[in-house]
């Protein structure tokens, strides 16, 4: 049957749903003519056969090419001017048949409940009734009004509300397809995320990881060339310092790529690993101590692997940055929090935002619901501190 209210657009669903609907249609009216033609009061006159033959014509072509025909009408005009239009058509048919061709006034009913608003489909509705009634007392008078009343009534309920929930149950799955879509463009939005998230992540583990290896690296083989001459035993000591470093360097890759988070020691505990980071920042001749408050406790992998890399952040910072003779490492066991901090007496900086490093830090931090401060100031050195919540480091 055609749709009014459809644009012309229509899926390839849509089209073929709207190719049945005027099957069906044309099928319906043939029905109601072989009723019709079939009936006992059926009396052949050619005049009338003519003109009902022609009617229905016109009724079959609007009610399968209508919409093509209307056009030329203003769109809010074309479905008041159809029904108009196929009602006194329709009618017209089945008073000339005197009731018989009632058939014909049924498919008004379902196009009304389909293209139109409700409560105007239910007004096209009535009109169908109205319409069988009025050509059944005009022509066959009122004593077949109640043979006829409740009957037409019952049909014309049935085909309306049949029509109701299949336009209900059509755009019930039109929603659905729509809140489909919209899902799957959430999951690709989701899956970048988590793509870009995870990127993230590596590049924070190559800096804080291989990158700190690297720098250290750097530091003695510069040490190394600038003794080479003088101090040839001294020299030698930092170059294997260097090939110590590049060793650890190596372990701590073969970590990573077999699991980013984990523990990027052999499970030692956290001060004497912070220990270990201060021997290596001694050895570029800096004096680095490390003070330890509270009442130790084990820290979740996450933890510990963070502020472990913060440590790394910061020493990294102050051999690189800081032109400083001394570096303070201070790790306090809180009862509420575990707090780090690392601290210089170097030149300092007006800019407290920090480099890629500090970014991935503070990135890493905030995942655990930690914080991360930074205070600096030209000539006044550096501090970073890193505070996580106790119980999301020992959970």
Not at 157 to 176: C, G, N, W, Y
Not at 353 to 361: A, E, H, I, Q
Request: glycine share 8%; with cysteine.
């Amino acid at each position: 049957m055609v749709n009014l209210t459809k644009m012309k657009n229509t899926s390839s669903v849509e089209q073929r749903s709207q190719q049945f609907g005027n099957i069906a249609f044309a099928v319906v009216v043939l029905a109601g003519y072989m009723v019709w033609l079939t009936g006992s009061a059926f009396k052949f006159e050619l005049i009338r056969a003519v003109i009902q033959i022609l009617l229905g014509l016109a009724y079959l072509f609007l009610g399968t090419w209508g919409e093509q025909q209307l056009d030329w009408l203003p769109y809010r005009w074309a479905p008041p001017v159809y029904f108009l239009v196929q009602l006194a058509l329709a009618g017209t048919i089945d008073y000339l048949s005197q009731g018989a061709a009632w058939l014909v006034l049924l498919p008004l009913a379902s196009q009304g409940m389909e293209d139109l608003p409700r409560p105007w489909g239910f007004a096209v509705a009535s009109g169908v009734w109205a319409l069988q009634v009025g050509a059944i007392v005009a022509t066959n008078g009122l004593s077949n009004f109640s043979a006829w009343a409740m009957p037409m009534l019952a049909a014309v309920v049935f085909v309306a509300v049949f029509t109701q929930i299949t336009v209900d149950e059509q755009e019930a799955r039109r929603k659905l397809a729509g809140a489909n879509q919209k899902l799957r463009e959430y999951a690709a939005q989701v899956e970048e995320m988590a793509t870009v998230q995870e990127r993230n992540r590596l590049a924070r583990e190559i800096h804080d990881g291989l990158g700190h290896y690297l720098t250290a690296i750097n530091i003695q083989i510069k040490a190394a060339e600038a003794l080479v001459e003088q101090d040839p035993p001294q020299a030698k000591q930092a170059l294997g310092n260097a090939q110590n470093l590049a060793q650890e360097a190596l372990a701590d890759v073969r970590r990573s790529i077999s699991e980013l988070r984990s523990d990027p020691s052999t499970g030692s505990p956290l001060p004497d690993r912070l220990r270990a980071l201060l021997e290596e920042t001694r050895s570029s001749g800096m004096q680095a101590d490390l003070s330890v408050e509270g009442s130790q406790a084990p820290l979740s992998p996450q933890a510990d692997f963070t502020l472990y890399r913060a440590a790394q952040e910061g020493l990294t910072n102050v051999r690189k940055h800081a032109s400083a003779s001394q570096v303070g490492l201070r790790l306090v066991y809180g009862e509420r929090i575990v707090r780090l901090v690392v601290c210089d007496n170097g030149i300092g900086s007006q800019q407290t935002s920090g480099g890629f490093g500090l970014t991935g830090l503070a990135e890493r931090v905030q995942l655990i619901g930690g914080t991360l401060k930074v205070e600096t100031a030209p000539g006044q050195g550096f501090s970073l501190e890193v505070e996580i919540p106790r119980l999301a480091a020992t959970a």
